[in-house]
């Protein structure tokens, strides 16, 4: 990659590649896609470059942090979804189900073993953070993680974006570019070498595949020591439903998204989070989809570089711009911020603004305080909040503005702001399906000031923003909401 996406490449090592191996081998861990995948599109590049066979492997442990039903279920419909794929196109494909924790753990080091250079995703967060880290040096051969998560390539920005503006600066200026080097529809397509690759039997032997147990999910599922009691969603967590809910969203949602997007009671925003999350639609694709629908005659030479500020960027319709910020700005901050600071989920990378003012309030008396489990089972003493946190619990998804004002109480009815902090990030990956992502802690972050500015000052939040709910009820239309979540429903846990 020449271009400007030679800053979504990053070595991991300093190996050679061994050119006896049998294959290019390439670990997809969050972009679990064979389109608009610049990784696959990458790997493809080195088995042309070494006339080698391609393998991709896919896997999924069964001790993953917050590991659960909802979670597997979700990742093995995709899993059993690319694998139809690979057998109708003949690809390389070979995805393996971890039953009892550790068992795969030689796995990719064992496949590594064979192959020519290993190219995996660049993900800024979570587990795949630390494999990223841990592979790298123990490889014989060249470990490339590579960057597919966003439009504006990771390695562009030199420091961690301290808030959305600086961030945005930086967006409208390589928009465009960024944007006209666009990921490969079909990453496959300039396969050369077509060959199959054949495991061998002891390897097989040691690792199963998983075609049985993908067939057979919810009886695999219920032999795993993971927590059953998250249980799976009503979202099939495949290619096909997210390029679904994105038509749905573009023919419904779209019109009414500037006007509505804080209304729960009105369907207006994408409910994509889940599906970018696992990687199952690319952010690029939403871009591009979304942009069609600017008003006629609109081009990208309408754009104009606006220093950073949300307005007379796209210079299209409103509704189009409003969440072109949201999909690119505010969802790639959280992804560039963690590239640069590994202690992303540590308080103590708080802005100093925000640290000193909750100090500062930390032993402020507070009128209701509530343990861990009195939040997850929806027990405080406020309607709209147990209602966001049960449609969470049960459905595994919660609305963007009662997403804030949920953070925001948890905050005021902790006693102090780490307990609180690690609450939020307790809930929110336990039971979001889009949780454990650079958003999530953007998000959560973003209640303690992260992102943000101080305002006026108060008790217990400091300078932090303050919400409420009364206020949350008299600006949004809740009825339908909270006759559908209201009621405390509870589940055991
Ligand atoms: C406390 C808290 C926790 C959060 N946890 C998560 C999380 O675990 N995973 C997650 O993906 N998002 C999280 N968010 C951000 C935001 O709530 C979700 O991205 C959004 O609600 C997803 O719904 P949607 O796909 O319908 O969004 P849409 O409005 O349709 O937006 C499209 C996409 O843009 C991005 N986006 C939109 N709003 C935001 C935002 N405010 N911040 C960052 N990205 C945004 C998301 O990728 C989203 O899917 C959190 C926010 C808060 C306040």
């Known amino acids: 990659m020449k271009n400007i996406n030679s800053k979504?490449?990053?070595?991991?090592?300093?190996?050679?590649?061994?050119?006896?191996?049998?294959?290019?081998?390439?670990?997809?861990?969050?972009?679990?896609?064979?389109?608009?995948?610049?990784?696959?599109?990458?790997?493809?590049?080195?088995?042309?470059?070494?006339?080698?066979?391609?393998?991709?492997?896919?896997?999924?442990?069964?001790?993953?942090?917050?590991?659960?039903?909802?979670?597997?279920?979700?990742?093995?419909?995709?899993?059993?979804?690319?694998?139809?794929?690979a057998k109708e196109n003949n690809i390389n494909y070979y995805s393996y189900l971890e039953d009892v924790p550790e068992a795969g753990n030689g796995l990719l080091y064992e496949l590594a073993d064979n192959a020519c250079t290993v190219i995996s995703d660049e993900y800024p967060v979570y587990i795949i953070r630390e494999h990223n880290e841990k592979v790298g040096p123990t490889l014989e051969v060249p470990y490339i993680t590579?960057?597919?998560?966003?439009?504006?390539?990771?390695?562009?920005?030199?420091?961690?974006?301290?808030?959305?503006?600086?961030?945005?600066?930086?967006?409208?200026r390589n928009f465009v570019e960024c944007f006209t080097h666009p990921p490969k529809?079909?990453?496959?397509?300039?396969?050369?070498?077509?060959?199959?690759?054949?495991?061998?039997?002891?390897?097989?032997?040691?690792?199963?595949?998983?075609?049985?147990?993908?067939?057979?999910?919810?009886?695999?599922?219920?032999?795993?020591?993971?927590?059953?009691?998250?249980?799976?969603?009503?979202?099939?967590?495949?290619?096909?439903?997210?390029?679904?809910?994105?038509?749905?969203?573009?023919?419904?949602?779209?019109?009414?998204?500037?006007?509505?997007?804080?209304?729960?009671?009105?369907?207006?925003?994408?409910?994509?989070?889940?599906?970018?999350h696992f990687g199952k639609i690319s952010e690029y694709e939403?871009?591009?989809?979304?942009?069609?629908?600017?008003?006629?005659?609109?081009?990208?030479?309408?754009?104009?570089?606006n220093k950073g500020s949300t307005g007379g960027f796209f210079n299209g319709d409103p509704n189009v711009d409003g969440f072109l910020d949201e999909v690119i700005t505010w969802r790639e901050v959280g992804f560039h911020f963690a590239h640069h600071e590994?202690?992303?989920?540590?308080?103590?990378?708080?802005?100093?603004?925000?640290?000193?003012?909750?100090?500062?309030?930390?032993?402020?008396?507070?009128?209701?305080?509530?343990?861990?489990?009195?939040?997850?089972?929806s027990q405080t003493h406020d309607e709209i909040w147990n209602a966001a946190q049960t449609q969470l619990r049960e459905e595994g998804v919660m609305h963007n503005y009662l997403r804030m004002l949920w953070g925001k109480k948890v905050l005021e009815w902790t006693p102090n702001p780490e307990i609180a902090l690690a609450y939020l990030i307790e809930l929110n990956n336990r039971y979001a399906i889009d949780g454990r992502d650079p958003n999530s802690y953007s998000g959560i972050f973003w209640i303690f000031g992260r992102f943000d500015r101080a305002w006026q000052e108060r008790p217990i939040y400091g300078k932090v923003r303050y919400m409420t709910s009364d206020s949350t009820r008299k600006k949004l239309k809740l009825n339908q909401y909270l006759e559908q979540y209201g009621s405390q429903k509870t589940m055991d846990i």
Request: proline share 4%.
């Open 8 to 85: 979504r490449v990053f070595k991991r090592n300093e190996k050679e590649p061994n050119t006896d191996g049998d294959y290019i081998l390439y670990w997809m861990q969050i972009n679990r896609r064979f389109q608009y995948n610049y990784a696959l599109e990458y790997a493809v590049g080195w088995a042309n470059k070494l006339g080698k066979p391609l393998l991709i492997y896919e896997g999924l442990s069964c001790d993953y942090p917050w590991a659960s039903d909802r979670f597997h279920h979700f990742l093995m419909e995709g899993m059993e979804e690319n694998l139809s794929y």
């Open 146 to 172: 590579v960057d597919s998560n966003g439009i504006i390539p990771l390695g562009l920005t030199e420091k961690a974006p301290y808030n959305a503006y600086f961030f945005r600066k930086i967006m409208q």
């Open 185 to 276: 529809k079909e990453s496959l397509d300039d396969l050369e070498n077509r060959n199959t690759v054949s495991l061998s039997d002891n390897f097989l032997e040691k690792y199963p595949l998983a075609d049985e147990k993908l067939k057979n999910r919810s009886s695999f599922i219920s032999s795993l020591s993971i927590n059953h009691t998250i249980g799976k969603i009503d979202l099939e967590g495949t290619r096909q439903a997210a390029l679904g809910k994105l038509g749905q969203f573009i023919e419904y949602g779209l019109s009414k998204y500037d006007d509505h997007r804080n209304d729960p009671d009105i369907n207006a925003t994408s409910g994509l989070s889940p599906w970018l």
């Open 286 to 305: 939403i871009v591009d989809a979304v942009l069609d629908h600017q008003p006629q005659g609109w081009s990208l030479d309408n754009i104009t570089f």
């Open 342 to 377: 590994s202690n992303y989920d540590q308080y103590e990378t708080l802005p100093d603004w925000a640290l000193k003012t909750l100090e500062k309030h930390k032993d402020d008396p507070r009128e209701y305080v509530y343990e861990l489990e009195e939040f997850a089972q």
